[in-house]
């Protein structure tokens, strides 16, 4: 399998170039497409996928083997592997797409003005999307069924580790869906492996309307940095909880040991907790032995450091730092608005909890943490899509504009005005 | 009234990131504040500008006298202009945006999950908007009203023709607000006309959520091309109205009318016209003699050119442009595929329409023209957010992302989750 590091910069660029317009030409076809003609090409392709999988595992074998030769980490491996469960999972979850409401073609509103035109503001596929990704070859099917549901086109843009896997699942699911007369074009990925690619695309706002990168903060900081498309992303989760003045001691617990151990890695765990100076002294050893038993470190302000003598002290970076280990940053605040304040200055725009018995408290802190997802008396770990009802999550959104917080299917459309007349003029 | 512009390029980026700044601590002051206080900022401003109309005006006979040494041509001067009836025009608009109501802070949905959280999704202020305009001094108080109504910090950019009259209307309306209690830096207006305030101002990501351009092409361009924060706008209106074989012949031509002739200098205006090739050998010579009437210059490709000798020949790049004037562009067409083809492929996604008797041509049409507003035996001159039913407009986007169409006080919202437990956590 040829991955074109030696084409020339010229020829790479008009075949993005020519992706790009055959996903835009793709999109048109499939923008209003029925619902179950989407469902009966993820059906095909779930099916697809599992009596493939031997041929899906060979070709991942080819990304293992030279994984391992460069050197990746036990981790990173793990991330890339591909096995028959994986395979049945990635199969699951398109068939669970298939069960998901099509998004596309709801009348969101509709008002009958004065002089008798009707307005509708009906949802309608975003057009083109551009997925790009690092190790994880899953995204590959996960992305493209989810954009293809919505009714998109989309160009996927998989880590150079995982592209023989990528290649593989790519034409497993392509052939699938074309077999029950999806049109060319609709799903894509970029042979090219040479980051100028991604360069290439980032510019081509002439075709994709939307770009969502899945990665670490570097990567997601180069795509921003390039893009002349809209981009939807969340840099990192520096998600806190802040435990008040009046919070139930126990509960603080519970959802601090979930919101830091129960899955370290992931943007929704917790980073930071901020407690309040008066319940701290009877606060802070409670939380020291519980995260003692987790083997969770702990980063301390010079308050927390005085009630917890065996914390280190915490540096200025780490009060932004998203650690995805078992380590937290603790520090003592006098009042829920330096709790605020603290967190609008330091956090991410994440995910971010208070714990009080206190409704004014808690009030205070739902209006005024601007983050996406802000929390009462729960943990930051539900901001998921699924947590939240959307059926599937496409990612995180830290930004502002169009989507916030976990993003579905619904956030894969935009929507239009159909305007209904019988001859209306503007006077 | 200095305007900086011998400021170094060091003290002007310290200024404005010491506005920016400003912008964005007041947003957080103002996110959570009732419509009732709002709206009394809002009140005290529509009073001063009134009562401050003197001084408006002579702070405008600058910019007027120093516009026509520069030799602005009448229509700009015209544009530039302030008297009492404009400036009472601003006062009336801000009064209308207090009778509106207000976007943040409603519950857009509310749902509790099996786990008993509840998540309700709040509409929030987005933050900052940066708004950079042009000539027009009217935009300086009608974007602050509207930022404002909404819950945001507003920084204001205007063209360096109307500095004095901007100045002063900033000036007027800040001060007012502030005898009611407005915080400082809610509105804020750049007081420096070069260029490279604009640049400095488009990569200040950290501080403004929002840039909305107002005026020509290239401003626009420009704007896009720097700007590291998203931008909504919309490029140009070339929009299209289809002649369907079915068209009721004296619909098509009084929406043809309407939409060229009532206004030709704005977005919604038509520039080109589509005819079917059946219905062309009636309906063209009912059109040029319609035209010859209103003295639009018509620029036919070479069917129409046929049936109208009159009409000069259009060349490629008339297909795309953006008259604004007493012009258009007419074609012959044989389907309304291929209506919706060239209208996709020549468009600028704005406003277009078909004409037409036929609900399966229609529904074609709306379903596949790429565009925010498709219209149905209607003008496309109500593309607008008072037509809209919105009270008031921001601007109109061609974007997907965020908003759509017209832009009201809504789209000036962003959305946070507020999610309430009673110790939920993960499992």
Redo the contacts between chains.
């Keep these: 399998m040829t991955t074109y590091n030696d084409s020339s910069a010229g020829e790479m660029q008009s075949k993005l170039l020519a992706m790009g317009e055959a996903a835009r030409n793709a999109s ?1 076809k499939i ?2 497409a029925p619902a179950e003609l989407k469902n009966s090409w993820l059906s095909a392709m779930a099916d697809a996928l599992e009596s493939n999988a031997q041929a899906l595992i060979a070709a991942n074998e080819t990304d293992m083997k030279n994984g391992a030769a460069k050197g990746l980490s036990n981790a990173m491996l793990d991330r890339l592997k591909l096995d028959g469960k994986r395979i049945r999972g990635m199969a699951d979850g398109l068939r669970h797409v298939v069960t998901l409401p099509d998004p596309a073609g709801e009348i969101l509103s509709s ?1 009958t ?1 004065p002089n008798g ?1 009707r ?1 509708d503001k009906v949802s309608v596929p ?2 083109v999307i551009g997925f790009i990704y690092e190790s994880r070859p899953n995204v590959t099917v996960d992305a493209a069924g989810l954009c293809l549901k919505a009714g998109n086109a989309v160009i996927l843009r998989g880590g150079s580790e995982a592209i023989h896997s990528n290649q593989a699942l790519a034409q497993c699911i392509i052939e699938a869906g074309k077999s029950k007369g999806m049109p060319d074009g609709v799903i894509q990925l970029v042979p090219f492996t040479d980051h100028a690619a991604v360069s290439i695309l980032l510019k081509m706002d002439q075709y994709i ?2 770009v969502i990168p899945r990665g670490g903060e570097r990567l997601i900081r180069a795509v ?2 390039q893009s ?1 498309i ?1 981009v ?1 992303k969340h840099y990192k989760g520096v998600c806190h909880l802040y435990v008040d003045e009046e919070a ?1 001691p126990e ?1 603080a617990l ?2 601090l ?3 830091k151990c ?1 899955r370290p890695g992931v943007c929704n765990a917790l980073e930071k907790v901020l407690i309040h100076e008066k319940i701290a002294p009877s606060f802070v050893p409670l939380l020291a032995r519980m995260f003692k038993e987790e083997g969770v470190k702990i980063l301390g302000d010079a308050s927390y450091c005085r009630l917890d003598p065996a914390a280190e002290r915490a540096i200025e970076e780490d009060w932004s730092a998203e650690y995805l280990d078992l380590m937290i940053t603790a520090g003592i605040v006098p009042s829920v608005e330096a709790a605020v304040d603290h967190i ?1 200055a330091y956090g991410s725009g994440h995910s971010d909890a208070i714990v009080t018995e206190n409704a004014g408290n808690a009030r205070y802190f ?3 943490v ?10 930051t ?2 901001t998921d899509g699924g ?3 959307m059926g599937a999550e496409i990612g995180i959104s830290t ?4 989507a ?2 976990p993003m579905g299917l619904r956030e894969l459309t ?13 006077v």
């Design positions: 048109r923008a209003n008002a003005r035109i307005i975003l057009g309307n939307l921003v940095e002349t809209p939807i139930d509960m519970a959802i040991r979930n919101g129960q609008n739902l209006d005024h601007d983050s996406a997802t802000v929390y009462w008396n729960a943990s770990r539900f947590e939240f009802g930004d502002k504009l169009h916030r917080g935009t929507y239009k005005y159909k305007i209904y007349g019988n001859g209306q003029i503007r």
